[in-house]
């Protein structure tokens, strides 16, 4: 079946799109030396896309910037409203993980926890000299506190050099941008780094002001942008919930798409298999077949069974996959070892075995209801058939049943993932740019772009290996 190619991110119809818009524009004259503003004082003296740590008071928004957009959400009329404050700090680790993770859990609920907005790994990113601003991601987490200290919820957010790291792809807005005379970096993002995986942004406890926090949150994001003057403000795989509450504030909303299995409550992986067509349990029967014949052993290790040994083997395996695959590691060897033992039973780690040498892995990470498949790797110049189906995909499967976990998230990419039963599903994005006119001609091209997307999920769910009463 002929496919549409997987987004607009890269088309061509892009930057005359942009050409169109800027040429018929007055206003991109008059505002484009606001684009242009240069952050001389974030940026390396010697030019590379690094960011300087700049002190807190710099990125203090006062009382008076933020408290009226919070308390335009409260009540109607109050004059007892109480002060909701939000200021930025320049490191997750000058808020306590118990304050942090308040938020976290808070915010979807204990059983739907999302492990990657937790202090834990958050925390791993930074400590480890990954999300730093030696790497272009400078922390700027917002924190909103109550009259008498308490913080109330908190939001991820980085000032960033680049979009590496991000996967909802923005790269063409930002050469759109320096091909008109803009400067597209810095800008905001609101995410967790190097991790492709919906989940909540605004994390927000569960009190009586919890719609005015949200709400106030994100105008402060917008006034953060603002007042920066940085080209843009990206929030990217949130929650729909989130995603439709940003749209509500002007953010421009955009879709994505990824695969993810969906537990039907089965009681095994065979009852899985008994959902599908005839053609595709056989296809996927005989590729596990060929995985045993080759006396692979298969283990699931967790918390203390995961030793540094594992840890080392997996960060070459993770290297082999970026040095061939992606050209670029993001995640540090010593990223691995933290979350090991900050995160414990959160991590689940799938090892294979060749006469007990470690030959492959892939790592997931377990939520409350959610198995979150991450990373795979192998070593260098080894080949095993199928072993990457096994190990990321049927052993995920397996033990989300084990679990009576809803669904595992697969990530992007790969519509061979669709006949192991991952199916795809939209994912949520919102942007925010300070500049109107470039703001008004990203809404055109998402138009199209959305139209594209949403068409190219209903094709591929037209290949879809469960029966049709399945669906």
């Known amino acids: 079946m002929p496919l549409l190619s997987g987004s607009l991110l890269h088309s061509s119809l892009f930057l005359p799109l942009c050409h169109q818009e800027f040429l018929t524009s007055s206003k991109w004259g008059k505002k484009k030396a606001s684009i242009g503003v240069k952050f001389s004082k974030i940026w390396h003296p010697d030019g590379r896309k690094h960011l300087r740590h700049r002190s807190q008071s710099d990125f203090i928004l006062t009382t008076e910037q933020v408290t009226q957009s919070c308390a335009e959400e409260g009540a109607h009329g109050s004059a007892t409203m109480p002060i909701i404050t939000v200021s930025v700090v320049s490191s997750i680790s000058i808020i306590s993980a118990k304050e942090w993770d308040l938020c976290a859990v808070e915010s979807t609920g204990p059983d739907s926890v999302n492990p990657f907005v937790t202090h834990a790994f958050l925390s791993s990113l930074e400590d480890s000299g990954c999300a730093v601003p030696e790497q272009g991601w400078l922390p700027q987490h917002l924190v909103a506190k109550d009259g008498v200290g308490n913080i109330l919820g908190v939001v991820p957010l980085y000032l960033k050099s680049h979009s590496n790291g991000e996967y909802v792809f923005d790269h063409s807005w930002a050469n759109a941008f320096y091909h008109y005379g803009g400067s597209y970096y810095p800008k905001l993002q609101c995410c967790v780094p190097f991790t492709p995986v919906t989940g909540p942004r605004l994390l927000v406890r569960s009190c009586a002001l919890r719609n005015q926090v949200i709400n106030g949150l994100a105008k402060s994001m917008q006034q953060l942008a603002d007042r920066f003057q940085v080209s843009s403000l990206?929030?990217?795989?949130?929650?729909?919930?989130e995603w439709k509450t940003l749209g509500g504030l002007g953010f421009l909303q955009r879709l994505g798409m990824q695969y993810h299995w969906e537990n039907r409550n089965y009681s095994s992986f065979d009852a899985f298999l008994m959902d599908l067509k005839q053609s595709r349990r056989k296809t996927i029967r005989q590729e596990r077949?060929?995985?045993?014949?080759?006396?692979?052993k298969l283990k699931h290790l967790r918390g203390a069974d995961i030793k540094a040994h594992h840890w080392d083997a997996f960060y070459a395996f993770y290297r082999n996959t970026t040095d061939n695959k992606w050209g670029q590691a993001y995640l540090t060897k010593e990223f691995f070892h933290m979350i090991g033992s900050r995160m414990e039973d959160r991590v689940l780690l799938i090892v294979a075995e060749d006469q007990e040498k470690l030959v492959a892995g892939a790592l997931n990470i377990i939520g409350g209801d959610t198995l979150f498949g991450r990373?795979?790797?192998?070593?260098?110049?080894?080949?095993?058939?199928n072993l990457h189906f096994e190990t990321c995909y049927y052993q995920a499967i397996e033990a989300a049943i084990e679990w009576n976990l809803k669904k595992v998230e697969a990530g992007a990419q790969g519509e061979h993932?669709?006949?192991?039963?991952?199916?795809?599903?939209?994912?949520?994005?919102?942007?925010?740019?300070?500049?109107?006119?470039?703001?008004?001609?990203?809404?055109?091209?998402?138009?199209?772009?959305?139209?594209?997307?949403?068409?190219?999920?209903?094709?591929?769910?037209?290949?879809?290996?469960?029966?049709?009463?399945?669906?």
């Open 234 to 241: 990206h929030a990217t795989f949130l929650t729909q919930s």
């Open 289 to 296: 077949k060929k995985v045993q014949e080759q006396n692979l």
């Open 375 to 385: 990373l795979w790797g192998c070593l260098p110049q080894t080949y095993y058939p």
């Open 417 to 471: 993932k669709i006949h192991r039963g991952y199916m795809p599903t939209e994912t949520y994005s919102s942007h925010y740019f300070t500049n109107e006119t470039f703001n008004q001609t990203i809404r055109n091209f998402l138009k199209q772009e959305t139209l594209q997307v949403q068409l190219t999920i209903e094709l591929l769910k037209e290949s879809s290996p469960f029966k049709s009463k399945t669906l």
